[in-house]
Structure formats: structure tokens, C-alpha cells
């Protein structure tokens, strides 16, 4: 776990487990267009799956808490995302406790978009059957993914994976479907951020003038950053490009820290020499932000 300071809130990054993927089976770029990238095409990467913590005007909010142990029930070509000999971290809760958070001290989940690396944590098994795992939380999802027609479909299949946590903190009535902008705290925002999913959204933090944007899967690696325009085969192009151009818009006139679930904190500097005329600066010593 990393912490840092960000004004008078507290950011905690949690490594729930990694994730070897090679971007040239993520994105479709064309191999002329990615002349001077293969280092980062060909070979396979590992990528950290990040829950974070923000600790803010008294607050605890965790997002995308995820369950690495939970993961392969929902894909079964899961085993082939484990790097080699890999020994995952402690289970979420556990490294929580390491802090002094329990369970019951969360009070906002935000869930930045429905994918299983996001949301495999949201419930646990208790007596055999799935029940929330902060039960004091409120939960936050775009309400566009909770709509998309995969999700409705999966949920409705009982003993599907996605039942047991999109679908449990639904039915318990803990979970706030998000459209537009959401204020939590004096701090904290959530800003829609659609495109890698229909309803993928973005957390704000701004706490005594230092800004923090939580991206989700906004960006996985930095080669996206430094070309907008490559993203996942998965996502929608018009919408991600758009809520792209936005994101690195507002990051760069408030120099805000930028955090995607799967790369480290960081941020966006000006850059001539790239194809969107900006690339990604991983943050050195993020203590000095205090
Ligand atoms: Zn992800």
C-alpha cells in the first residue's frame, strides 16, 4: 500500500493483485501507427488492479473495491491473466485493517464502471450466501452501466458473478445510480467520464487547492495518453476520446495528480513531441503534495 497526502485528505493505493495482459491483444492500433511503441505492444505486461481510499472531512470512501481471490468467476480465461508465479497481496480487508479502517467505517463505495476487476469486491460470502462488504456504505454506479444490457442479462442468471455483487448491493437498496455530476463531500465529486463502459465515471478530490482525479480505466497504460486515440477494442471511441480530451484538459489547468486504476499515480505534462501533445509523468516523491 501507498499513502499519500493530498491536502488534508488522505489518499491510500491498494494493490489487490496484478494482472499480465499485452497491449497488442487490448488495442487495435495499427501497426504502422505504432512504429516506435513495440516494446510496449509485443511483450506481455503486468498491470496492478488498485483500490483506493480516500480519507476526507472525516469520511472514508473506498473505490472500486476489488477481490482478486473472486476475479476468475467471471472470466474463464482468468488463470491466463496471473503472471507467472505470482503471489497475490493480502486480501483488501486485511490490508484495510492495516490502517485502522474496518469494514463498517466506509461510508461512499464508488464503483467507476462495471468491469469485474472493479466491482469483484463490492460483496463477500457470509453462511453461504453473498452479503455487502460495508455494510455501512453507501454505493455509487453511472447508471448507465447499471442498464447496459450484458449487466441486465447477468444479473438475472442468479448464480452469475455479477448477481452476487452488482446485483446484491442493488436489491439490498445500498446502491445510488449516478447520471451527472454527484457531489459526496465538501471534497469529493463524481464527474461522468463515459467510454471504456457506458456509464464509467471519475472521482475528484480537491482538498486545499490540490486536485486528485481517480480515472478508473480511463487510460490503462501511458502510451494511451500520449495517443488519445488508442484505447481497448472494447470501448466506445467517441465518447472515451471525448471524456480523454476532457480529463487532460482540466489536469492540466489545475496540475492535478491523476490516478488510473492500473498505473501508478502520476500526471500530465505538455509534450511537443507526441501524437496528443501530452504524455504521462509518474509522480516521484508524492509525499512533498502535503
Ligand atoms: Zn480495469
Not at 84 to 113: C, W
Request: with cysteine.
Amino acid at each position: 500500500m501507498t499513502q499519500y497526502s493530498l491536502g488534508s485528505a488522505n489518499i491510500s493505493i491498494i494493490n489487490t493483485g496484478d494482472l499480465s495482459l499485452s497491449l497488442k491483444e487490448m488495442m487495435s492500433v495499427p501497426e504502422k501507427e505504432r512504429e516506435g511503441y513495440s516494446q510496449f505492444f509485443e511483450p506481455k505486461l503486468q498491470f496492478p488492479t488498485q483500490s483506493v481510499l480516500v480519507s476526507s472531512s472525516g469520511q472514508n470512501m473506498l473505490i472500486d473495491p476489488s477481490d482478486y481471490s473472486l476475479m476468475r468467476a467471471y472470466d474463464a480465461d482468468f488463470a491466463s491473466m496471473i503472471p507467472p508465479n505470482y503471489r497475490q497481496p493480502p486480501a483488501l480487508d486485511m490490508q484495510l485493517k492495516t490502517i485502522g479502517v474496518s469494514p463498517e467505517n466506509i461510508a461512499f463505495v464508488v464503483i467507476t464502471h462495471n468491469h469485474y476487476d472493479h466491482i469483484s469486491g463490492l460483496t463477500k460470502k457470509s453462511d453461504g450466501r453473498y452479503i455487502p462488504s460495508f455494510p455501512s456504505a453507501k454505493y455509487f454506479l453511472g447508471r448507465e452501466d447499471w442498464e447496459d444490457e450484458r449487466i441486465q442479462k447477468a444479473i438475472k442468471n442468479e448464480g452469475s458473478p455479477e448477481a452476487k455483487s452488482l446485483g446484491v448491493v442493488k436489491t439490498a437498496g445500498m446502491m445510488e445510480l449516478v447520471s451527472e455530476k454527484r457531489t459526496l463531500t465538501d471534497e469529493v465529486e463524481i464527474v461522468p467520464s463515459p467510454g471504456e463502459s457506458p456509464g464509467h465515471q471519475t472521482v475528484r478530490v480537491n482538498s486545499r487547492g490540490s486536485t486528485l482525479y481517480c480515472v478508473g480505466d480511463l487510460f490503462h497504460h501511458p502510451v494511451e495518453i500520449e495517443n488519445l486515440a488508442w484505447m481497448a477494442t472494447w470501448c466506445e471511441p467517441g465518447r472515451m476520446l471525448e471524456s480523454r480530451k476532457g480529463l487532460v484538459e482540466r489536469a492540466l489547468k489545475e496540475n492535478a495528480l491523476i490516478l488510473p486504476t492500473h498505473m501508478p499515480l502520476g500526471r500530465i505534462v505538455e509534450d511537443n513531441e507526441t501524437a496528443s501533445k501530452v504524455r504521462f509523468v509518474p509522480e516521484e516523491d508524492p509525499c512533498d503534495e502535503a
